[in-house]
């Protein structure tokens, strides 16, 4: 049995998908494009034909009533209970047998356990073809508010999908297990998912690796699909006040306004603007950028919505929100920052985003998947950081801030600087590893910060901040402390990495010691040179004239020699040794004594408010 393979699986309204486990931690299902989400549609074809996902959704504007979404709101329910839901649904439902509901397809009806078993089955193959071997066994997450008719219609669905449904779990309790809080002695989790059509705060205590539901609320009728409609209102109010009223739209472009809105909320998640542009069919085209701004006014009444529930949660749970200890993110909603700053400042505290928000359900259905297969999740234990981490500085090479072996909970703080004259954005890339250049290194993440007043190199002060708290999720931070700008990204630096691959990291930086600090050596040496000729340039244009002719003479020969030797070092074949290293610092050095006349005579030059550190790579 030690090599079973059980898929955890993330059954959702909008989106479903597939993660399994390996010793480095769970592995999200993606195709070859890289994508791992499943539209949870299923659409029928006159033909015969069945087809789910993004091809069903496109099937969706010609066929309505043969396009089943949303059919997780279905399970276990009957028509009573689903009143408020058929408004919403646009293909027809029949009652069904003992009190469900079914849904009319052609002449046929088809239950809402056939239905899931459909998108089950499309996303069991895709795990199938991806890891190249047959998988029958599978952990299935419904929302902790299920009842046990709708974990039983869960259960159906497995079996017509041919799986074997090893356990049924709660989504908050899977986005908890992938964060690995599991491990918490006792810890008080929010966990809050705001997904396409539902939302749900679940609020759980952890003891002893046992998870417990404190409370749950939300409103089964609040998502992104919400907020996708205030869009389209205002594109709609803005196509009829420019092109009159009697503008009406077919469902092709009604579907196409949907698609258009979606697809600029999740652009103003990142950015600040997202243009729209809708082409009318009769030669005209309405045009408009939507900026974040808008967005947030017109969104503000439904994310208020969720932290009423969350108040609610708190108060059926007998907690304030100062009790919470963690608080974790769930649904591709919480990427919009408002979701996330309103959230952050309800609780009082940061919440977890390090791992995508809606992947984390499925991945933590493959964390339940690996103890119920035997596997031990010892290397994702971190009382120390098993390897070093730090960002990338000028050049490739390494800035460490936290070494290997540090106990977590850990924090340590650098200041760096650009090196580009106005450099308005810079770029932090998270590395982990011990050796000494970013080729050699671990990637785990890239953010920027922008935004920057312009300021002359060297003098922006940019302090890097990492953090690695008790469950050891890493957050980089960085802000500029003359302008206040600020920006962060948060990290689970132990997920994809064995204990082997780390000790074999650990040896390489032996192996390589040597090699590796000349190569950054060099790298150190040439930033210097650098910034060395770029000052004397621009001495040599504020005071050149009075240099002496000889001084003059010695200043250019010397620079000539600095900009030759760059020159021959930009692509060294292997890292220089010691005595090169030194030939170059004399060269460097002879510039410099070169220059001191200038340099002396416009002392108070930008040089010498500069910060003389590590220094950033420019956008
Ligand atoms: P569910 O759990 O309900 O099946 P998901 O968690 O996959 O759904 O969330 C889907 C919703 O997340 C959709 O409304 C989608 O538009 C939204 N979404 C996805 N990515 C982003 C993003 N970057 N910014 C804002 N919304 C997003
Ligand atoms: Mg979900």
Redesign the pocket.
């Known amino acids: 049995m030690a090599d079973e393979l059980i898929l955890g699986i993330?059954l959702?309204?909008?989106?479903?998908l597939g993660a399994y486990m390996t010793p480095g931690g769970p592995v999200v299902i993606r195709d070859a494009s890289g994508n791992s989400?499943v539209p949870?549609v299923v659409a029928f074809g006159t033909d015969g034909a069945v087809t789910v996902g993004s091809q069903a959704r496109t099937h969706a504007v010609e066929n309505p009533l043969s396009t089943v979404y949303s059919v997780?709101r279905l399970m276990g329910k009957g028509l009573a209970d689903i009143r408020e839901d058929l408004k919403f649904l646009p293909y027809a439902i029949d009652p069904g047998p003992n009190d469900t509901v079914a849904v009319r397809i052609g002449d046929g009806l088809m239950s809402p356990p056939q239905l899931s078993a459909i998108i089950l089955r499309e996303v069991r193959s895709r795990a199938e073809a991806a890891l190249g071997r047959p998988i029958v066994q599978a952990v299935i997450t419904v929302p902790a508010y299920f009842d046990d008719a709708q974990r039983q219609a869960t259960r159906d669905a497995g079996r017509i999908a041919g799986l074997n449904v090893r356990r049924i779990v709660n989504?908050p309790t899977a986005a908890a297990l992938a964060y690995g809080l599991d491990r918490k002695e006792d810890a008080t989790i929010a966990v809050y998912?705001?997904?396409?059509?539902?939302f749900d705060i679940s609020v759980l205590r952890v003891s002893g690796g046992v998870f417990q539901v404190l409370a749950t609320n939300g409103d089964t009728h609040l998502?992104?699909?919400d907020?996708?409609m205030e869009i389209i209102n205002l594109v709609t109010d803005g196509i009829r006040s420019q092109f009159g009223q009697e503008i009406t739209f077919p469902p092709a472009t009604r579907q196409a306004l949907r698609d258009l809105a979606?697809a600029a909320?999740?652009?103003?998640?990142?950015q600040q603007q997202a243009p729209i542009e809708i082409d009318m069919g009769d030669g005209r085209v309405y045009r408009r950028t939507l900026s974040r701004q808008e967005f947030e006014v017109r969104c503000g009444k439904w994310i208020n919505h969720t932290i009423e529930h969350c108040q609610m949660a708190m108060a059926d749970a007998r907690l304030t929100p100062g009790n919470i200890d963690q608080v974790v993110m769930?649904?591709?909603?919480?990427?919009?920052p408002m979701v996330l700053a309103r959230v952050g400042e309800f609780f009082g505290r940061t919440p977890y985003t390090a791992i995508n928000?809606?992947e984390v359900?499925a991945m933590g259905a493959a964390v339940q998947a690996g103890i119920l297969a035997g596997m031990s999740r010892d290397t994702l234990l971190l009382d120390v950081t098993p390897l070093s981490l730090g960002i990338e500085t000028l050049g490739g090479a390494v800035g460490k801030l936290i070494m290997r072996n540090s106990t977590v909970p850990c924090q340590a703080s650098e200041v760096f600087t650009t090196y580009v004259d106005g450099q308005t954005s810079v770029d932090i890339h998270v590395l982990q590893g011990e050796r000494e250049l970013v080729a050699d290194c671990r990637s785990l993440g890239k953010f920027q910060l922008r935004g920057l007043p312009p300021m002359p190199a060297g003098a922006p002060r940019i302090q890097v901040t990492f953090l690695i708290d008790a469950n050891g999720i890493l957050s980089v931070s960085a802000r500029e402390t003359r302008s206040g700008r600020e920006a962060s990204i948060q990290i689970t630096p132990s997920h994809g990495l064995n204990k082997d691959q780390i000790d074999g990291m650990v040896k390489d930086s032996y192996k390589f010691a040597r090699q590796d600090m000349n190569a950054h050596r060099l790298i150190d040496i040439r930033n210097e040179a650098g910034r060395i000729l770029t000052a004397i340039d621009k001495a040599l244009a504020d005071a050149g004239s009075i240099l002496s002719a000889d001084e003059r003479t010695l200043l250019d020969t010397a620079v000539a020699d600095l900009k030759g030797w760059l020159d021959r070092t930009s692509q060294p074949a292997q890292p220089p040794d010691d005595d090169q290293l030194d030939a170059f610092y004399q060269i460097i050095k002879a510039a410099n004594d070169a220059a001191t006349p200038l340099t002396q005579a416009q002392m108070d030059s930008v040089l010498d408010k500069t910060v003389k550190g590590r220094k950033l790579t420019e956008l």
């Open positions: 993330d959702g309204t909008t989106n479903s989400l949870s997780k989504e998912d705001l997904g396409g059509g539902t998502g992104g699909d907020l996708d979606e909320k999740i652009r103003l998640s990142t769930v649904g591709g909603c919480t990427r919009i928000p809606d359900v």
